[in-house]
């Protein structure tokens, strides 16, 4: 595994395949050694001599083997078989606890040079059905992100879905030391997707306080529970009974439109999405006006709308509006068009 440690039910299982026929060998002698003896002995004596042998102790025997071509023969049998059943246990044991420790280890440092080398990125908190769709859009429109997931198999599944390139945590998002780890400090914002509401007020509360300019979104399914995680920090909260709801309705009276986003989310040939952008307070494009955006940034860039610093929204604006500091510009454009807009609204 590239991107992930082995987790431990991975390694688990050759020791306990091990143990298995350890114990399978044991059972044989005793078995054998019981039919030997009768009827003078018993299963006491069987196991005795089973142990004595497998072990090579040399003690005295209880069961008298001098006589007995056939004992013999057996004793060999499973002295060999014995021997053979040990040396895969150990190696097993010798696998587990060194060869696991090593490569967790070395994945740790691993994801911590990663996770240390980038900043201005988003915490993805849950790496479930919801998580790896968002981890895939962030991909998808080239933006760092790190995703802590607390389940070993499922973080090992999530790197090979991925690739090994992404920036992995595994511990439990709840936890204030794995949400430092994600560079919690240096994160613009959070996604709290994890399968329980309660876990998510958690990761909420805990990622406000670490950083109390973190912008926070987070999934709810009871909607009782929203209130409670708006309080607790977030900046936004979203339903998912609520937007499934609303993708059902809209597939039913506007299914054109509906067809129209899902191509510009879902399309493979080119990465097309509805972004925003803030002029920032001595920007190159600050004091200019939409045209000069226009023509200045990229030829593809299509404006959708200003969203001003009172509140109030300007629908397809004209080129002669005058984009002032704290104006945030959504506009349809790929990554290179962002990238652009990004250069010339960046302070």
């Given at each position: 595994m590239k991107g992930a440690p082995e987790p431990a039910s991975a390694l688990r299982r050759p020791l306990i395949r091990a143990g298995v026929l350890v114990g399978l060998v044991f059972l044989t002698g005793t078995v054998g050694y019981t039919i030997i003896g009768h009827p003078e002995h018993g299963v006491g004596d069987a196991l005795y001599m089973t142990v004595i042998t497998l072990t090579t102790v040399g003690f005295g025997e209880v069961i008298d083997l001098s006589h007995s071509p056939g004992g013999r023969a057996f004793t060999i049998v499973l002295l060999l078989g014995g021997v053979g059943s040990f040396l895969s246990f150990f190696s097993a044991?010798?696998?587990f606890f060194v060869e696991g420790s090593i490569q967790h280890l070395l994945w740790q440092k691993r994801m911590?040079?990663?996770i240390d080398g980038i900043a201005g990125h988003t915490v993805v908190c849950g790496g479930g059905n919801t998580g790896i769709h968002i981890a895939r859009e962030l991909m998808a429109t080239e933006r760092p992100f790190v995703l802590i997931e607390g389940d070993e198999e499922r973080a090992a599944q999530l790197a090979e879905t991925l690739?090994?390139?992404v920036a992995l945590?595994?511990?439990d998002a709840t936890e204030d030391r794995n949400l430092i780890a994600a560079g919690i400090e240096r994160a613009s914002a959070l996604v709290a997707c994890i399968s329980s509401d309660k876990d998510n007020l958690i990761v909420t509360l805990s990622a406000r306080l670490l950083n109390p300019e973190l912008r926070i979104v987070c999934r709810c399914i009871e909607e009782g529970t929203e209130k409670k995680i708006r309080k607790a920090g977030a900046d936004a909260v979203v339903s998912v009974n609520r937007i499934g709801g609303l993708r059902l309705v809209s597939e039913a009276v506007r299914p054109t439109a509906v067809s129209y986003l899902d191509q510009m989310l879902r399309g493979t040939e080119?990465?097309?999405?509805?972004?925003?952008?803030?002029?920032a307070e001595g920007a190159e494009i600050a004091g200019r006006t939409v045209g000069d955006l226009r023509t200045s940034s990229h030829d593809r860039l299509l404006l959708l709308a200003l969203h001003l610093p009172d509140g109030k929204w300007q629908y397809a604006p004209d080129d002669q509006v005058v984009l002032e500091p704290g104006v945030r510009l959504v506009y349809v454009g790929g990554p290179d068009v962002r990238?652009?807009?990004?250069?010339?609204?960046?302070p």
């Open positions: 044991v010798t696998a911590k040079r990663r690739g090994e390139e945590v595994l511990g080119e990465t097309v999405r509805v972004e925003s952008t803030e002029v990238t652009a807009v990004e250069r010339i609204a960046a």
